[in-house]
């Protein structure tokens, strides 16, 4: 039977997942062609619903990563869930410390310049979310072996 930590870090990470994904081909690109004249509204909307979207997944993989660590599942390896925290120390990291503060430009003086770095930044946090999920995949796939 598969522990409901490890089965809840799956499903939130699924979830960043698809949504980075969702954000990099398609609203990231969006959001840099808005113009310069619409970008406040757009950027600062995108803020806000961003986190009411993602506020409960993020808080969830954060916490099902650190009980992860804590407690690992039965036949799990003791490297992957290091691995998978790792991988999100760099997904949350690039938000922290390049995301956040290019949506704060863009919200206060937005150019396409800005928009365009988005779109470039965000591909640390869209490979590490993928490979959080590849991951939680090998973590589920021991415990079903074990």
């Known amino acids: 039977m598969i522990d409901s930590v490890l089965l809840a870090n799956f499903v939130a990470t699924c979830v960043m997942t698809g949504v980075i994904w969702f954000v990099q081909w398609v609203h990231y690109p969006l959001l840099a062609s808005v113009p310069v004249d619409r970008a406040i509204d757009a950027a600062t909307d995108h803020q806000r619903r961003t986190g009411q979207v993602l506020a409960i997944p993020m808080a969830v993989e954060g916490f099902t990563t650190l009980g992860l660590l804590i407690s690992r599942p039965e036949g799990v390896q003791i490297i992957w869930p290091w691995i998978g925290a790792v991988l999100l120390a ?32 965000n591909w640390p946090r869209t490979i590490a979310w993928s490979l959080r999920a590849v991951v939680c995949s090998v973590m589920i796939l021991q415990v079903l072996q074990s």
Do not use: E, Q, Y
Not at 97 to 102: I, R, T
Not at 108 to 121: E, F, Q, S, Y
């Open 90 to 121: 760099v997904a949350l990291g690039s938000t922290v410390f390049v995301s956040v503060p290019l949506h704060a430009k863009m919200a206060a003086n937005p150019t396409a310049d800005v928009g365009r770095r988005l779109v470039v930044t």
